[in-house]
């Protein structure tokens, strides 16, 4: 027994060795499963947390959250999207956590209402109709159990292409405070005979949607099976009627056609043009803030305006732009930004324990050495330097 | 020591089974260490094998190679630029291995000549000339131990954006046969007063690039600094003196401007764009394939041609169209590209087994029976179905 247990240890010890120093995996994220009640069967979600999520040195960052439909197919581009356009000092978008919500019954879930299509000979989505239990679900489970699981910061953006953009337009006219940003990729319009486009434009006096954005894709679809359910023109026809009546409702909306991408290819393009739209105008000035540092405050102010939704400068961005004007020279901008940290994230030893470093440079020693103990105060495994001793 | 032997292996235990059943990580790839004796260097590789690599019911295929520059910033961009593009019937590139090779001293390696740079009064790059160096490593070690350690089909595509995209060029002018095709984002052409320009243009008469494709890329570049070195200026003079040279000397070549990208921006939509430009046309008319099997053959014969290299039909991808036909009831198709499928892959249990399902559901009892008694005897565990006893 003695020698089994032995050989059994060793055998793990050595997947464990191996596991870590040899193949050392890349990891993007993680698989969780996730009971629904309303539903009545268990969901697998697919997380992916922003690359700062565990960085220690700054306080506890909240984000922005994507609900993405299909992520088996969409998944990597997501995450290549996010990672594409944040990092360094130019971020194109927040950071922002990914949930993938896989798939189980994809059509009876995407749909508003049962119909069935005969496809090949055979009768097909005979379980469609699911979108309002399916909608139930994300609203009463889905959100509450991420927003209790991960530090998000309320902002909320579904993204579905097809039948998957369907289900967001759906989503879009029931629940519209439910996301802040809506990404619909070639929408399947034409279900049930447009039925999605009929029911909105009975709301298209009444609707809310101050607040709220949408992105809208379109491909070039010129399959027989696309024209035969009229794709493309269902598409136009809730543009040029559905949207240009939501905007008058308070919709910010962008409409685009991207002619070189067909049903198949358009989700990673778009995607990637989608938060661009979203976010327009997120990126700092970072040449022109070393002289004038109250630009950064201004432009979060005018971005928040512009989404509707507040959004403080992160901590790690922030000192960034400060190592970028010590690096220019300019330290009393350096100062300013590293204040504001301090003014945003007052628990954040790592503000104070920057700020007493820049005030080294300053050599503003006094400064620097109140800084540090207020660092420490903090976080006590802060070393304050022997030369403030 | 019993107990505590019980202990360890009751942990170990514990671990494996979290790390497999609980946190089911989501994992694109592994990073791994390669001795170089040419830099006398540790270098780090970071590999993403496409999906079907691990594909057991397949015959092991063999699949070309992406080397990647700067990992660090493009890894997750190229996997999505391949998930998005591969699996399921349409496919816009074919399958790949991504070699990502880590950064030791970047301005070593990318650089072809010795030059520095005063940058915010500090001269830097000034480890700068090791690019003929770093190509020797990768043309005499890197590729043979990628070669060795993979299944790899021969096709190679080196991916470079700015520094990066400089070497790439330089990899072209002096080993135009050690890739095949040539992925370059804005590249540093301004380096050292234009140094691989001016060597470029020395060899506009006598290079030969019979079977190389380059894809070069332009961000919009307005900032002072770029202007300083005229950035976008030196790629101009490139592509209109260079290229055009290079065009007549065999290359075939795309460049594209994109406004709407900077310096920081341009590598993802430029990197799907420059896979769909290499392989432009490799996705196949699914639709009439049922009708007309022979097309598929005739298709591959196409790119091959345009690609200047041999590519077969992949055995999964056929298999799945094949499978396409059965639903669309052309069942002589199927069988056509089945027995394509056995002459292309010979030793494959899967495409032997697949001919006999096939020839069960066309009722041909006898054939059938072959072709299971044929899996078998390549891959014994295969079960002849009870039918066919």
Known sequence: MRHILKRVSLLFFFYFLFHNFFAQDIIVGHKLDFHSTILDENRTLWVSLPQSYQDSLCAPAFYPVMYLLDPAFHFHSMIAVREALTGGLYNYMPEMIIVGIVNNDRSRDMTPTNSSVIHSGKKIHETSGGAAHFLQFIEKELIPFVDRSYRTNGYRILNGHSFGGLFALYALQERPTCFNSYVVHDPSIWWDDRSIYKSALLLKDTIDLQGRCLYLSMAYNQTKEKDRYRHSQSILAYKNEVLEAF?????????????????????????????????????????????????????????????????????????????????????????????????????????????????????????????FQEARSLYPQIDIPELLK
Not at 309 to 324: N, S
Request: charged share 25%; net charge positive.
């Open 247 to 371: 905007a008058n409702r308070g919709l910010r909306y962008h409409f685009e056609y991207l002619s070189k991408e067909n049903h198949g290819t358009i989700f990673l393009p778009a995607s990637y043009n989608s938060v661009r739209y979203i976010y327009d105008g997120i990126c700092l000035p970072v040449k022109e803030i070393p002289i004038r540092p109250a630009l950064l405050m201004e432009h979060y102010r005018q971005v928040s305006d512009s989404i509707c939704f507040k959004i403080e400068p992160p901590e790690g961005l922030v000192k960034k732009i400060a190592d970028y004007c010590v690096l220019r020279e300019e330290l009393a901008s350096a100062e300013k930004l590293l204040l504001l940290n301090i003014y945003n994230y007052p628990n954040s030893a790592y503000s104070y324990q920057a700020l007493g470093e820049l005030y080294i440079k300053m050599n503003k020693l006094q400064l620097a050495k109140e800084k």
